[in-house]
């Protein structure tokens, strides 16, 4: 649930975040407005400047030819008023019949701060009298009659501010009452998702605006509890086989395999039969230690087989693996090179010593049980940075790199070839990659740097003072 109030607290982040920017934009817009306004120069000062260059001639006044020009690109008209006549003493070509030509001072004052006919005016004090610009209608909407409270002016700063912060309260008050709400709603769904996780029997109450999400999650938990039972059924099923076919094979094994020694060493057989037996009590071996594997395999997969840790010298035990391979003469078809480097001695793992010899016991197997021609077996031992390296690779037939592949990444029991159908590196393989990663270890399959099949295993050292 930590994450919930992290995430009303980043919504309210982003609030204010915009607001910041939303204030900043308008800034920046009023800006850009006021400038485009500033840009124009203001009919106040333009009146003044036109009046300023309207000069007296002895044939009257005359405006300069430039001015003249502007303010007929502009549409504007201007007069002059007479300062003792009060009447329109020069005036611009475009003048409207409409505009009076002479005034009282009344409506002189009128005209220095609205409007005449309709056309907004402005003035500017000239040599005699008062120069009008009359702008086009709709050009300019001037303020007849300004008058502001002098207080209000000057506490306009400070009322803007409180009205600002008032809105600011106002806002995040409603924020926060409506993440406070969904976040009511928001609980019992992660709740939900976290149960889900963890495969636990989910429900959660279906209202609320998100009502819809909460029966998606019912509905999915209801359909993974209905899996996980069909699953653990079948898991038990497969489990059951295992240990019950297992137990019903050992026992007609067994037999064939006593009959099958009692024949081998009988005298009287033709060495054609001695060979058939002999054939038999190899692959009768090979059968009883897939069993052997099977077993062992499924305990491993279900948390079955007890694992008891101590901490053990991989390349003693290594060594003592190779040894006894020796030890039951060995085809010398298959002679064994043992290596340990780096001090790999004083290096010491936590591991069970009995599936640890069976993990190199079935890698060396693997390696005997694949090349019927013969190969040579390289095993060395090694540390590297804080891991204890095990690797077992032969220069036999080898392996493809599609198979390496499926190998080192798929889940399955078994790679079989497939034209003769043939198991090839299979089941053995995998109780190997089951004990390893039962000791924090990892196993990686690969190419031999000799040609042919080669696996590294890899457990993390505990180094024992």
Not at 39 to 47: D, F, H
Not at 140 to 169: E, G, M
Not at 238 to 245: E, F, K, L, T, Y
Request: overall charge neutral; proline content about 3%; aromatic content about 8%.
């Amino acid at each position: 649930m930590k994450s919930v109030p992290k995430l009303i607290g980043r919504f309210i982040g982003i609030l204010f975040m915009s607001l910041l920017l939303l204030i900043i934009l308008n800034v920046l817009v009023l800006s850009f407005i006021s400038v485009k306004q500033l840009s124009n120069s203001s009919p106040y000062q333009t009146a003044e400047e036109i009046a300023v260059s309207l000069q007296k001639k002895d044939s009257g006044f005359k405006l300069d030819s430039n001015n003249q020009k502007w303010l007929q690109t502009n549409n504007i008209w201007a007069i002059l008023i007479d300062e003792d006549t009060k009447t329109v003493t020069w005036q611009t070509d475009d003048l409207p019949e409409t505009i009076p030509k002479s005034y009282s001072l009344s409506a002189i004052s009128s005209l220095t701060s609205g409007y005449i006919d309709g056309y907004p005016t402005y003035t500017g004090a000239s040599e005699g009298g008062i120069v009008v610009l009359g702008y086009p209608k709709k050009s300019y909407w001037k303020h007849i009659w300004p008058s502001w409270d002098y207080q209000f002016i000057a506490d306009l700063p400070q009322t803007v501010f409180i009205v600002l912060i008032a809105n600011l309260l106002l806002i995040v008050l409603i924020y926060y009452w409506v993440t406070s709400k969904l976040t009511k709603s928001i609980a019992p769904i992660v709740q939900g998702i976290q149960g889900l996780v963890t495969k636990n029997n989910v429900y959660v109450k279906e209202k609320g605006p998100l009502s819809e999400l909460a029966m998606n999650i019912n509905q999915t938990s209801q359909t993974l509890q209905s899996q996980e039972r069909v699953l653990k059924k079948r898991e038990t099923a497969r489990a059951n086989w295992i240990a019950g076919v297992s137990h019903d094979i050992r026992t007609p094994l067994s037999m064939v395999m006593g009959y099958a020694g009692q024949l081998e060493s009988n005298p009287s057989l033709s060495l054609d039969e001695q060979h058939k037996v002999n054939i038999i009590l190899r692959q009768s071996e090979k059968m009883k230690n897939l069993i052997k594997d099977l077993n062992l395999a499924s305990k491993l997969e279900y948390n079955m087989q007890p694992i008891n840790m101590e901490k053990i010298n991989v390349a003693v035990l290594t060594r003592q693996v190779v040894v006894d391979f020796l030890n039951i003469k060995l085809d010398k078809d298959f002679p064994i090179k043992f290596e340990m480097r780096n001090n790999v001695h004083s290096s010491f793992v936590l591991a069970d010593e009995g599936l640890m010899k069976r993990a190199i016991t079935n890698l060396i197997q693997n390696a005997i049980s694949h090349n019927e021609k013969g190969c040579h077996i390289f095993i060395s031992v090694f540390t590297k940075q804080e891991s204890c390296i095990v690797v077992v690779e032969d220069d036999g037939i080898g392996i493809s790199d599609k198979q390496i592949e499926e190998l080192n990444n798929a889940p399955h029991y078994m790679i079989s070839d497939q034209s003769t159908m043939e198991q090839r590196h299979g089941l053995g393989l995998l109780l190997v990659k089951q004990i390893t990663l039962s000791h924090n270890g990892e196993m990686k399959i690969g190419h031999s740097c000799y040609g042919g099949f080669s696996v590294t295993l890899e457990f993390p050292i505990n180094n024992v003072n």
